[in-house]
């Protein structure tokens, strides 16, 4: 373990974390909590109970597979904090998925709701799986099980999962059906990022990629930058990276590289997003598309651009690649994409980072907007949606530049300082039970 708090927390008078969690992510996530921690002076109290979740459930699963053969699969789900409401966070079947990773984004989602204003904590699941590996029914099996498993930790008052990496709104349905049928009736707002036709939200599967695109063009404008002016780099071609690819391109910005989980593509003059997604959706990899240079996943990221957008996995930017990059800009559409070592880096560098927690909060602002929709049963039209995510996330942005800007730290840590004081306040508010 290279980070000292996590073994030798007694040094700085705080508590070790134990090894159940021991993961790169999760120490990359404790190092930003901490930092932010400490420049505050945050009470002992709350910030050791911070640094661990609060519920953790380790789960297996055995699954017929279409072979006939059993084959048994680990899940997990963490709920970080609830000190702000019921604990909301995605799913993801990865076949990296392991607890410390997952008890990492849950913290995570903690800290983004906290920032954004939501009325929630954080939590994560996931399955450790090769979902392409995996056929429909084995998938749709696998989700039934899984949410049986984790059934008494979930509900709309308790905890609500919603879509990440490797599932999506057909996952989610299977959630609400498996859920509703142990209740005897249809419970919507038991996740979100479900179909529309079962309580979901217009607007929900663009949210993250829209949210990405919307945060962009209030650092272009900060930064005094033309969006016609400058070039963006997108790495993941998934629900956020495609999305916000897309999104930019509609907004004057040319991109010029792309990455999904096999190549990358890049073509100086820009790509047209269009017809890169229609080959996507043919052939399921961007690999041997005619109208861009294929390029590895190392070169996408170190290519010249104003705005890269790693939209794909956590640790993508490492004390490694760091001092290449060569951009202006990097908004953090995945979770936990840049490594402490590699902040630092960014930093120096002068190079200007938004972070995860607030440049990918689109997705949970409008997974908010969908469950107030179950609840109430009332829906509300697409353009009001997008509206009410523009300002939420614009707002938030607002708030954490000029804090970074009054107080010359950067915008991580500024954000990260925000989202403590809430939850702060709140532990304090409540109290300790018993
Ligand atoms: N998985 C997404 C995230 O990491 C969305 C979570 C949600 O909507 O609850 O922010």
Redesign the pocket.
């Known amino acids: 373990m290279s980070y000292e708090l996590w073994v030798n927390g007694k040094e700085k008078n705080m508590q070790a974390v134990p090894t159940e969690f021991d993961s790169p992510t999760y120490l990359d996530v404790l190092s930003q909590l901490d930092n932010a921690a400490e420049w505050i002076c945050l009470d002992r109290n709350i910030w050791n109970r911070l640094r661990l979740p609060q519920r953790a459930l380790c789960v297996s699963m055995p699954i017929k597979m279409d072979s006939g053969d059993v084959y048994v699969f680990q899940g997990f789900r963490v709920q970080h904090d609830s000190s702000l409401g019921p604990t909301?966070?995605?799913v993801?079947y990865h076949p990296g998925v392991n607890l410390g990773e997952v008890a990492a984004?849950a913290m995570?989602?903690t800290l983004?709701c906290s920032l954004v204003g939501l009325p929630?904590g954080g939590a994560?699941g996931g399955i450790r799986c090769n979902p392409k590996d995996l056929s429909k029914k084995e998938l749709q099996r696998l989700t039934r099980r899984y949410t049986t498993e984790i059934y008494p930790l979930i509900g709309p008052d308790h905890d609500?999962?919603?879509?990440?990496?490797g599932t999506n709104y057909e996952v989610m349905a299977w959630i609400m059906d498996t859920y509703s049928q142990q209740r005897g009736y249809a419970v919507p707002g038991v996740v979100?990022?479900k179909p529309i036709c079962i309580g979901g939200s217009l607007g929900r599967e663009e949210a993250?990629g829209r949210g990405v695109v919307y945060i962009t063009l209030e650092v272009l404008k900060h930064l005094g930058i033309k969006a016609e002016e400058s070039t963006a780099i997108v790495q993941g071609f998934g629900n956020v990276g495609s999305v916000a690819a897309r999104f930019l391109t509609s907004s004057n910005i040319k991109v010029t590289g792309l990455s999904d989980s096999t190549c990358g593509i890049y073509n100086n003059n820009g790509l047209d997003i269009a017809d890169v997604t229609s080959y996507k959706k043919a052939r399921h990899t961007l690999e041997g598309y005619p109208n861009g240079e294929m390029i590895d996943n190392k070169t996408l990221l170190e290519s010249e651009c104003t705005i890269l957008i790693p939209a794909a996995l956590s640790g993508q930017i490492t004390e490694e690649n760091a001092g290449r990059l060569n951009c202006k800009v990097i908004i953090e559409g995945a979770?936990s994409p840049t490594t402490k070592e590699a902040d630092g880096i960014l930093n120096e560098r002068g190079i200007f980072v938004v972070p995860d927690i607030l440049a990918?909060?689109g997705?949970?602002i409008?997974?908010?907007f969908e469950w107030v929709q179950d609840l109430q049963k009332y829906f509300w039209k697409e353009k009001e949606i997008n509206e009410r995510l523009h300002e939420i996330i614009t707002t938030a942005f607002d708030k954490a530049l000029k804090f970074s800007v009054s107080e010359n730290i950067p915008m991580r840590k500024a954000s990260m300082v925000s989202a403590i004081k809430r939850l702060a306040d709140a532990h304090l508010a409540r109290g300790l039970y018993p």
């Open positions: 909301k966070g995605g993801r984004l995570n989602m983004k929630y994560k609500i999962p919603a879509p990440d990496v979100t990022g993250t979770n990918n909060s997705g949970v409008v997974s908010y």
